[in-house]
């Protein structure tokens, strides 16, 4: 989101801070604070919040005289923590918000702090200014064209799967769990997320109030990690079946598919559920000021990214990793096995040609042994083949996982482990509808892939097609 920044008046004071016996917002004890500011010479009452995405402080200050009045601050490099609900004198200043949405922002740089008691003085100076939006058309564009990709492919792949009788499949089962997981960020997470990146911007504030940022960044959550969840067990699932192909035959019945993935949609609700009750308790937790909705506990990232992503990307590479070398291991036992029999076919070929009549019915049934055999042999390899090139789609599907979504955990460790690190904005605006983008690639490359897939969109086009002219 492009802005500029119009100079407005030079402003060099010194911000005082009173700490009050608040507890809760700033708008329940503003009155009662307010009045006992009186005795005190203090004439704004502020909420201070440390926002751990961004190394700021937040004020948020609202006028005692005029409670409709408010100016948002933004302290800069301070050496001591402060938050809480703060008594002010902000002199020679008469700055508030106005009705149209534009915030005006001062941002205090720390020079001294002085400590005296309940009394904080900050040394602010800079000059204040108010950030005229404009429109980032390119941002709107760009998340429309996810938005739709995955929205529109994830729904025919579950469509495909529902209708197609030769999709009915344990495998496809799974896939079509996959793609619920994929249609929920695409149509609902998706848009949800393109508020604070678009709107959010534009307005000035995240406009949907805490209630829904909490369903957002639940639903977030939820979603998110089900579809990295789906993957992992796919990936699982692959080298068990390669590895134990007849004893998995047997035991992969409908029942432990369905208990596969409901215990994804179980882990992905215990993950989602932790972030639903730290924003009960704290909303600060997942809406750190009123302009931001995102995630805001230290803990989380942390646990999160390691439950969401870390461990099921290290599950995943193991997977992979032990499944490409148990199929060369496989293509070379065959090679060899292959080599052997064709040398015994010639010895027998010549063998049966010196014999008499009275022995053809017994050679024969040895070269048809044989000759079953080496069927057998053709048959298997085919199979490592067609494992193989599958294996091949599950290294573009990790590839592209660890693409979308790495830099997006990758900033999640850095804001737990270093909160005063600054990232801009659009580069985590970036990284997120890069591991949405996800949500958008997963059905190309399961369905692209798959021929039965391919035939069936095809055959449902050209019904379309049909239907339409």
Known sequence: MRSNEVNLTSWTNVLTLHRTSCNGSLYDCAMKECIAAESIDLDRICDVTKNAIIPMTNL??????????????????????????????????????????????????????????????????????????????????????????????????????????????????????????????????????????????????????????????????????ASIMHMCFISVGRYVGIRNPLRTRRTYTKRIVALKITTVWLLAMLMSSFITVLGLIDPKNVMPETTTCAINNRIFFIFGSLIAFYIPTIVMVL??????????????????????????????????????????????????????????????????????KASKVLGLVFFTFLICWAPFFALNIIFAVCPTCFVPRHVTDTFLWLGYASSTINPIIYTIFNKTFRATFAEDNASLLSNLL
């Open 60 to 225: 948020l200050c609202r006028s005692c005289n005029y409670t409709n009045c408010q100016v948002s601050f933004i302290l800069n490099k301070l050496e001591t923590s402060i938050e809480g609900i703060f008594l002010s004198r902000i002199t020679n200043f008469d700055g508030c918000v106005s009705s149209n949405g534009k915030t005006e922002i001062l941002e205090c740089i720390d020079q001294r702090n002085i400590v005296d008691g309940d009394d904080i003085e900050l040394y602010c100076s800079r000059k204040s200014t108010v950030a005229i939006r404009r429109t980032d058309w390119r941002f709107l564009f760009v998340s429309v064209i996810i938005v739709i990709a995955g929205g529109l492919g994830n729904t025919l792949v579950c469509l495909a799967v529902v209708l197609e009788k030769k999709l009915h499949n344990l495998t496809n089962y799974f896939l079509l769990s996959l793609a619920i997981a994929d249609l929920l960020v695409s149509l609902f997470v998706m848009p949800m997320g393109a508020i604070p990146g678009f709107l959010g911007q534009i307005l000035g504030y995240w406009p949907l109030g805490i209630v829904w940022c909490n369903i957002y960044v639940t639903c977030d959550v939820l979603a998110c990690s």
């Open 319 to 388: 997977s992979y990793v032990l499944t490409v070398q148990l199929l060369r291991k496989r293509a070379r036992f065959i090679a060899e096995n292959s080599n052997d029999d064709l040398s015994l076919g010639k010895l027998i070929g010549k063998f049966v040609s010196t014999k008499t009549s009275s022995t053809e019915r017994e050679n024969t049934r040895s070269l048809k042994l044989l000759s079953g055999k080496t069927n057998g042999k053709i048959l298997a390899a085919n199979a490592i083949a067609s494992k193989q």
